[in-house]
């Protein structure tokens, strides 16, 4: 990635990302974040940091309390980006008892990146797209 794909979040401060990794998409999107380091794009580990909350792979019922309670402890302003189809809509496992239908059902997801698992350009476009909207 070149430093030309760097997104100006703004003059002084970076975007601080909490990556809920629930399955295989999580994987992916360590992975990608990794590997584009010039995005202006920070990880962090608490939700008390995060600006965007990346949601990625399977959300079970009984773990979406605490996906909710991770957004819910974020400050304002704060983002989802729902990462691949598990996530979208429950994927592969939509007619599971236990897999919650998209975690649009609990949480304003503002971007939703499509895939199985999702390609890294993949959730580099989707946070241009969030860029796009922070910045509208
Ligand atoms: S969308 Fe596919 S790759 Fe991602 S968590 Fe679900 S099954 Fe795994």
Redesign the pocket.
């Known amino acids: 990635m070149t430093a030309s794909a760097r997104l100006e979040w703004g003059t002084t401060y970076q975007v601080t990302v909490l990556e809920l990794g629930l399955?295989?998409?999580g994987v992916e999107v360590m992975a990608a974040l990794d590997r584009l380091p010039d995005l202006g794009v920070t990880p962090v580990d608490g939700a008390g940091e995060a600006h965007v909350l990346v949601v990625s792979?399977?959300v079970t019922d009984v773990m979406l309390p605490a996906v909710i309670r991770s957004y819910e402890a974020m400050p304002e302003p704060r983002y989802v980006i729902s990462v691949?189809?598990?996530s979208n809509t429950g994927?592969?496992y939509w007619d599971s008892y236990s897999v919650t239908k998209g975690i649009d059902q609990a949480l304003p997801v503002h971007v939703a990146v499509p895939g199985?698992?999702p390609r890294p350009e993949a959730l580099l476009e989707g946070l241009k797209a969030l860029h796009r909207l922070v910045n509208a």
Do not use: E, F, Q
Request: with cysteine.
């Open positions: 399955a295989c998409c792979g399977t691949g189809a598990c994927g592969p199985c698992p």
